[in-house]
């Protein structure tokens, strides 16, 4: 079993969408919680951070981690062209050795 | 842009052959990750160095070594190359170990092993 897991999409959707994009994860010790952005041939930018559980929320994007399910969202309300990327979870038990998941592909049609 | 920067941008390599890949850490940043990302794949860590000494290792085998300058800049070398090394090799700076909230990861290096 992969320490994270993540549905690979493809996602599309129509501009202005609600984008929901969600992963779990097995080690229960997982204390740090981030989201990325990767564009095609670039490296992942950093989007959202998370220490334990909770909601954090910065813009368009909100981060939920809810550590009695081990599950880890993304959220992304206005949904726009531009958010046309790959987005990856990761987490970490220590904030140095971060485990990833595989990545979502999402495409905002215009 | 983040201040982190790596090179080369992409380079070919045949399956035996040693290769070495550098990182220039953002400003300020003494701690250096790096990662191995195949393609369709989320990034996997391979190591971690701070103040010049590793200090975390992920499950790579010891032919992934790597060296961290006074100036904090890195390399990551590897030997021996085989068909599946084949990938994005992504580094990451931060200011000090586990301050994971400010690790910014540089555009990567491509390499293809034939």
């Known amino acids: 079993q992969k320490e994270v897991e993540q549905d690979p999409g493809p996602l599309s959707v129509p501009e202005g969408a609600i984008v929901s994009l969600n992963c779990t994860y097995s080690?229960?010790?997982?204390?740090?919680f981030m989201w990325y952005r990767q564009y095609s041939r670039k490296g992942p930018e950093l989007l959202m951070y998370?220490?334990?559980?909770g909601n954090k929320e910065d813009g368009r994007f909100t981060a939920q981690v809810d550590k009695s399910s081990k599950y880890i969202s993304l959220f992304i309300r206005d949904s726009q062209p531009s958010d046309s990327a790959t987005y990856l979870c990761?987490?970490?038990?220590?904030?140095?050795?971060?485990?990833f998941g595989t990545g979502t592909s999402l495409t905002v049609i215009p | 842009e983040t201040g982190v920067t790596q090179s080369p941008t992409h380079l070919i390599k045949t399956r035996g052959q040693q290769v070495t890949l550098r990182c220039s850490s953002q400003s300020g940043h003494n701690t250096v990750s790096w990662y191995q990302q195949a393609l369709g794949q989320g990034p996997q860590f391979i190591f971690q160095?701070?103040?010049?000494?590793?200090?975390g290792r992920g499950n790579f085998p010891p032919r992934f070594s790597g060296l961290q300058f006074p100036n904090y800049s890195s390399e990551l070398n590897v030997n021996a190359l085989e068909l599946d090394d084949s990938a994005l090799y992504l580094c990451a700076s931060r200011a000090r170990p586990g301050s994971s909230y400010e690790q910014y990861f540089g555009p990567g290096t491509r390499l293809t092993v034939t």
């Open positions: 990761a987490s970490s038990r220590t904030g140095n050795q971060f485990y």
């Open positions: 080690n229960s010790a997982f204390q740090y």
């Open positions: 160095y701070y103040r010049e000494e590793e200090n």
């Open positions: 998370t220490y334990s559980s």
